[in-house]
């Protein structure tokens, strides 16, 4: 999927738009975030293209949001928009891990010891792996110190790598 080029103003995905919702120009929303302020009325969301969607009104619909966008109106214009991929800029919070900071990143124990690079996270029921370039998974909550995109220190139980 393509979409705004990565660089200082990087901006993340965090939905899509589905499918129109009515006959006046919502639309239905999925977010891939777990921030429902990503679609409070004054959000800023932007397209593959750079244009810019302004959310005017949203409301919860069986775990996906009905948005209306400042400027969309009529079942033909939400069609046109159907399965546009939505980004936002990061949001800044001390207190969680994001994604974007940690893909890319130097995995090293609490001795400094290289692990390997964080590839992705993987979703897991019991704490999501990140997963590094020589197949290794280390659950989050390993995780004791992040320097974004450069460094993530894992303080792990001897042997959870043995073999990778």
């Known amino acids: 999927m393509s979409g705004p080029e990565p660089g200082s103003d990087r901006l993340l995905v965090v939905g899509r738009i589905v499918k129109p919702h009515g006959l006046k120009g919502d639309v239905i929303v999925a977010l891939t ?9 004054g959000s800023v969301l932007t397209g593959p293209d ?5 959310v005017s ?3 919860p ?7 209306a966008f400042e400027g969309v109106s009529g079942i033909g214009a939400a069609d046109a928009l159907r399965e546009t991929p939505l980004f936002a800029p ?11 900071e940690l893909v890319g990143a130097e995995a090293v124990d609490v001795t ?11 979703a897991n029921p019991a704490s999501d792996l990140l997963v590094l370039d ?4 280390i659950p989050l909550r390993f995780v ?21």
Request: charged letters at 25%.
């Open 90 to 100: 990061p949001i800044e919070d001390p207190d969680t891990l994001w994604v974007h």
């Open 57 to 59: 009104r949203s409301s």
């Open 144 to 164: 004791i110190e992040v320097e974004a995109s450069v460094r993530v220190v894992v303080d792990i139980p001897d042997g959870l790598l043995d073999g990778h």
């Open 134 to 137: 020589d197949g290794g998974l």
């Open 112 to 122: 400094g010891r290289p692990l390997g690079t964080v590839e992705s996270v993987q």
């Open 61 to 67: 619909h069986h775990g996906r949001f009905i948005v």
């Open 33 to 41: 975030t777990n921030r429902d302020e990503r679609v409070a009325p």
């Open 50 to 54: 750079g244009g810019r969607y302004v």
